[in-house]
């Protein structure tokens, strides 16, 4: 299984940023795919999660009105939508699947239960 985050970079605050997670070895849609993201000294956090089992979604509440999570069942692949982005949105973001059939880890933004994590990608919002 290999899960790949890609589509950081440097934004300024304001600005947007789309997010992408390439899965290989892995069918998505049968699991609850999650977005998390850890800031320099600071411990993981979940940011949101889709459940492609019932269609079950949460997002932080730093992040909510402002993200959008989805998913593409065709291509196999995950994004995360980032608008309205903040200098304290600055972090490594990574794609993490749950394997579980009730996946609370994933919609619970709790990174210790999540199976499968791909290599994250930079944000980083600055003027």
């Known amino acids: 299984v290999q899960l790949q985050a890609y589509g950081g970079g440097l934004v300024q605050p304001g600005g947007s940023l789309r997010l992408s997670c390439a899965a290989s070895?892995?069918?998505?849609?049968?699991?609850?795919v999650g977005w998390f993201r850890q800031a320099p000294g600071k411990e993981r956090e979940g940011v949101s999660c889709?459940?492609?089992?019932?269609?079950?979604?949460n997002y932080s509440d730093s992040v909510k009105g402002r993200f959008i999570i989805s998913s593409d069942k065709a291509k196999n692949m995950a994004y995360l939508q980032m608008n309205s982005l903040k200098p304290e949105d600055t972090a490594v973001y990574y794609c993490?699947?749950?394997?579980?059939?009730?996946?609370?880890?994933?919609?619970?933004?709790?990174?210790?239960?999540?199976?499968?994590w791909g290599k994250g990608t930079l944000v980083t919002v600055s003027s």
């Open positions: 993490a699947v749950d394997q579980s059939s009730f996946p609370r880890s994933c919609l619970r933004g709790n990174h210790h239960g999540m199976d499968y």
């Open positions: 070895g892995i069918t998505l849609d049968h699991y609850a």
């Open positions: 889709v459940s492609n089992i019932d269609g079950a979604m």
